[in-house]
């Protein structure tokens, strides 16, 4: 195990590491903007890396070590537009994304972009740097435009409390949100100011089949909480990887090739290909 601090530098390190002791796989990054810089180090040294949560669609399609056991985030993204548009009836957008997450949130505005307008809406985008922009100031300006829906395309923290500035400020849009701000810390954080916030998301922290409530009571009682996405997915990860590795007897030599055969694996929530 180790920590890569949730910083780009800090997955190349973590990774290096894990290569340099000859490790039959990777389990890893969270963000895409970690997987991403990460990536040309996993495919120079040839070491597989299985990410439970790095939905950016840069990575879709490309013939390389890395593997993930969700969509990317051109589904998501255009779901999330289509359910705004149709099921919300909202002909305005205004999408604001973290730059700190580059690799997701400006892929994640393009996809989002794109199916709004071919829908017939009117979207427009607002970037930030998380740690450095003044957010206050940033949802302030948007009570001169007044859009009909705002997406946070950002941490759960800065969601949470763009949205508390947002209510401070008198902005009246609906919010939604992205997958990213799916953790314990949204509520945490925002109260009841995060009420009616939806999103476009693979993760339901209700779901009712067999295996997802069984994870759920094993996952109280080891950790005394309940899991959120990060812990269903990276779980998931693993037993994607264990399947594999069965089918090369354990070897590193031949895991691109079992991994690309999965088909139908039953997961926790539905089935990963």
Not at 64 to 70: N, P, Q
């Amino acid at each position: 195990i180790r920590d890569d601090k949730g910083l780009p530098e800090g997955a190349r390190l973590a990774d290096g590491e894990l290569i340099a002791e000859q490790v039959v796989a990777i389990i890893g990054h969270i963000t895409s903007e970690q997987t991403a810089a990460a990536l040309e180090q996993i495919n120079r040294s040839e070491v597989v890396l299985l990410s439970p949560t790095s939905s950016s669609s840069m990575f879709t399609g490309m013939a390389d070590y890395l593997f993930r056991v969700m969509p990317g985030n051109d589904r998501m993204a255009a779901s999330l537009a289509h359910h705004i548009y149709t099921t919300r009836d909202l002909r305005q957008a205004l999408v604001i994304y973290d730059l700190a997450n580059r690799s997701f949130s400006e892929t994640w505005w393009q996809h989002f972009q794109q199916e709004f307008q071919a829908l017939g809406g009117d979207c427009t985008g607002m970037s930030f740097t998380s740690g450095e922009t003044d957010l206050k100031q940033l949802v302030a300006s948007l009570s001169d435009s007044q859009p009909e829906a705002v997406v946070l395309i950002a941490s759960a923290v800065d969601t949470a409390v763009m949205m508390q500035y947002a209510q401070q400020a008198g902005v009246e849009a609906q919010f939604f949100a992205s997958s990213w701000a799916q953790t314990t810390e949204l509520l945490e954080k925002g109260g009841q100011v995060v009420n009616g916030l939806e999103m476009s998301t693979t993760y339901d922290p209700n779901a009712a089949s067999a295996a997802f409530t069984q994870f759920k009571q094993d996952y109280q009682a080891r950790y005394g909480s309940a899991p959120a996405l990060g812990a269903s997915h990276a779980y998931e990860a693993v037993l994607v990887l264990a399947a594999a590795l069965e089918a090369t007897g354990g070897k590193a030599e031949g895991l691109p090739e079992a991994l690309q055969a999965i088909e139908d694996f039953p997961g926790l929530q539905g089935e990963i290909t």
